[in-house]
């Protein structure tokens, strides 16, 4: 050993023999215990079933392969190139060293060092550890003291580990260029085949890339990869590891590599589910289980070699996005945004946007995390809250109200200043005006029964159901008691807020937290918690989430929800903002609930949904019984394709009925008198005889003003009788404005 590294130092000492014997002296006294982390390597990211969803990279893309994956021919590439005694030699090969040392003297400087694959992967190991461009600088330097180490680490590796073993660590530590770290990252970069499947070119021309992999680049060097390529077929058939014939069979062979790589780390972009995608990878940043620092988690994150199992079901996220692509198409100025979401263990099932994932506004990409950012507001979805929050305080289903075009209530104060209901809260159309009770109130979304409501149960009442059901507390802060649009969807949620309160009615009261990942092992086996196993607790008694669900349902059936049936029963509620600024949809089965929201992300309030162009139809105002309405029940009947038929609860008798409610809680007004017009007003000459045609004063006028007037008359029906079908009369089937 000390000729040996004499003999590397001829170039710079004269007294080679004195140099030998110092040098083999400092050698024994280095370290020889050389610290092998895991390499850096990709996170995957699967769906529930296997497949994959997207790759994290960080700086270097690496998919470390185990040796049985790496073939024969691929390892004897790599000897024959770079060390063919690399079977002989216990880590350090003299001959080698001659050989170089020879060339260096010739040359007076040191051109060539004779390494050893296995010197060559204890510098790679050295480069991987060092964390400053100066630590860096020493390993990849020349200096003699940098040889004496890598030397006393190789010979001491041998001893640690197999032949195979060394080659299988450097193969999958060594840079193939084009930012891929690895054999196993290489061969799927440069020919999209697993290295499982490499030919015999294809193997010699990954072994040629190590020496140089910039000069060699077969896609901006064809010749100069095509030239070491053949190279390395050459010393193959020298080594006897091919016949000549097999290497002048491959020499023959062009240069075929894949050249439309993408240029982003970002592997996000090309999910399937990206903004579930983007999701994971920000829970998991934030999530302590993966280190201390942002820092430490967001490198395990891209370069600890992850295997994060979500809870993703691929028919789910397909039916959802082709729901909302379909709908409303990703060049739309309109979003239409999907959460999935599975009752009773909180797991996301899925999550889509009709927009493509990514930085270029101008082509309407957007990486707005809108599944989980409160952009809109919830409209009459959040009078669900309201319906909870009074049957748990003991309001009956039989609770009834006259509730008229507008009501103005000293409770929540209102002045707009304008308009025809300037301080009070009015319904969507004057027609609604009537004696609602909490069912046919929320089938036809009446706003004004709900303010009515709210005043008995509070506004704190409200908020804090919401926030129990699963509304993120964030998103409700500081609201004070006096903020009557609380209930007809006044705040700003998120879709996530929305499909996660509606899943813990779907659940019988039961809450779930939102749960993204069923298992995460890191490349060393470990199995790392990030709220994988579902987190539930009961919220709400049964009683009272099976009695919402029952009304919820005839939303579907005989309300604004027409638009959402499909073949399973189901409940839910259409929500429409004030000025047509958003419109959602939220509803559920027994297996699956869903939150769809629609607006403008560049400014809901300045960019209603007017005069909506989707699929060369004109949507002069867009309701929540509209495309929400149509994109959830597509999406739902899409996810839930082959899925059994499950029953709603019926409501808890106890509960329906109530204690505190079951009648008329405020006296309607009285019926209007019946005013006859003065017909000489109506028509001058009537009845004088100077009107021709009409006769005069007297019984047939009499009767026909009568019936007329008769039939035009407004009535105040009674309860629940008459109310709901002259208002989808009036109407025209369709959802108004706050619903």
């Not at 967001?298 to 996220?317: S, Y």
């Not at 995390?369 to 049957?391: H, I, R, Y």
Request: charged letters at 15%; hydrophobic letters at 35%; a negative charge.
């Amino acid at each position: 050993m000390g000729v040996t590294v004499g003999l590397m130092a001829l170039p710079f000492l004269s007294a080679a023999g004195l140099f030998a014997k110092a040098s083999a002296d400092h050698f024994l006294e280095l370290p020889s215990d050389l610290v092998t982390p895991p390499l850096p390597q990709r996170s995957t990211i699967l769906a529930a079933d296997g497949s994959v969803i997207a790759t994290l990279t960080g700086a270097e893309d690496r998919q470390v392969v185990q040796g049985d994956q790496i073939p024969k021919i691929m390892r004897e590439a790599i000897v024959a190139i770079e060390d063919a005694r690399f079977y002989s030699h216990n880590g350090v090969d003299p001959q080698g060293v001659l050989r170089a040392a020879a060339r260096n003297s010739e040359a007076g400087s040191t051109t060539q060092g004779g390494s050893t694959l296995t010197q060559q992967y204890v510098k790679n190991v050295l480069l991987q550890d060092a964390t400053t461009p100066e630590e860096r600088d020493a390993v990849a330097g020349d200096s003699l003291d940098r040889k004496l180490r890598e030397l006393r680490y190789a010979v001491a590796i041998e001893q640690r580990f197999s032949k195979d073993e060394i080659l299988t660590r450097y193969l999958n530590i060594a840079y193939f260029g084009d930012g891929a770290y690895g054999v196993g990252t290489a061969a799927e970069h440069y020919f999209g085949v697993p290295i499982s499947q490499v030919s015999l070119e294809q193997a010699a021309l990954l072994a040629g890339l190590v020496q140089s992999p910039s000069r060699y680049d077969p896609v901006n060097h064809p010749q100069a990869a095509l030239e070491r390529r053949n190279m390395v077929l050459t010393r193959m058939a020298d080594e006897s590891y091919v016949s000549r014939t097999q290497a002048d069979a491959a020499r023959q062979m062009p240069i075929n590599v894949l050249t439309d790589q993408p240029t982003t780390q970002d592997s996000c972009e090309t999910s399937s589910a990206p903004f579930f995608c983007d999701y994971i990878r920000t829970q998991l940043s934030a999530n302590p289980a993966l280190g201390a620092t942002k820092e430490e988690r967001d490198r395990r994150i891209h370069e600890g070699g992850l295997v994060v199992k979500t809870t993703l079901n691929p028919q789910v996220q397909q039916a959802a996005q082709m729901a909302v692509n379909s709908t409303v198409p990703p060049d739309n100025r309109v979003s239409a945004t999907e959460v999935v979401i599975q009752p009773g263990t909180g797991a996301i099932l899925g999550m889509a946007v009709n927009r493509v994932y990514g930085t270029d506004e101008a082509a309407n990409q957007t990486k707005v995390p809108l599944p989980t950012k409160d952009t809109f507001q919830p409209g009459s979805t959040f009078k669900t809250f309201t319906v909870a929050a009074a049957l748990e305080q003991g309001y009956g289903v039989n609770t009834a109200w006259y509730s008229p075009a507008c009501y103005s209530t000293d409770a929540f104060p209102l002045d707009r200043g304008e308009g025809d209901c300037p301080k009070g809260y009015q319904n969507s159309d004057p027609a609604e005006a009537g004696i609602y009770r909490m069912d046919d109130a929320t089938w036809d979304s009446v706003n004004t029964y709900f303010i009515q409501l709210e005043e008995k149960v509070g506004v704190p009442a409200v908020v804090e159901m919401a926030t129990r059901l699963g509304v993120s507390a964030d998103h409700l802060k500081d609201i004070p008691a006096t903020k009557g649009d609380v209930t007809i969807g006044g705040e700003y949620v998120s879709p996530m807020d929305m499909a996660l309160a509606y899943s813990t009615l779907a659940a019988g009261g039961i809450r779930c937290e939102p749960r993204f990942a069923t298992s995460v092992v890191d490349s060393g086996g470990q199995q790392i918690d990030v709220g994988n196993a579902p987190k539930c607790e009961r919220v709400l008694a049964q009683g009272v989430a099976d009695t919402t669900t029952s009304i919820l349902a005839g939303v579907l059936t005989r309300g604004t929800g027409g638009n959402a049936r499909f073949d399973h029963p189901a409940a839910g509620k259409t929500g429409t903002n004030d000025g047509f600024s958003s419109a959602w949809f939220v509803g559920y089965t027994p297996q699956i609930a869903a939150a769809v929201a629609v607006g403008d992300p560049n400014g809901a309030v300045a960019h209603p949904l007017r005069n909506v162009v989707v699929n060369g139809r004109t949507w002069p105002h867009v309701f929540g019984g509209d495309l929400p309405a149509i994109i959830w029940g597509a999406s739902m009947r899409g996810a839930l394709a082959g899925q059994p038929v499950q029953a709603l609860p019926a409501a808890d008798p106890a509960v329906a009925r109530g204690t505190k409610g079951g009648r008329l809680m405020n006296t309607p007004p009285p019926a209007p008198t019946p005013t006859l017009p003065n017909l000489g007003d109506l028509l001058p000459g009537a009845g004088t005889g100077q009107t021709p045609g009409l006769p005069g004063v007297g019984q047939g006028g009499g009767q026909g003003q009568g019936q007329g007037q008769g039939q035009g008359q407004i009535i105040v029906p009674q309860a629940n009788q008459g109310a709901g079908q002259g208002q989808q009369q009036g109407r025209g089937g369709r959802n108004n404005q706050g619903r």
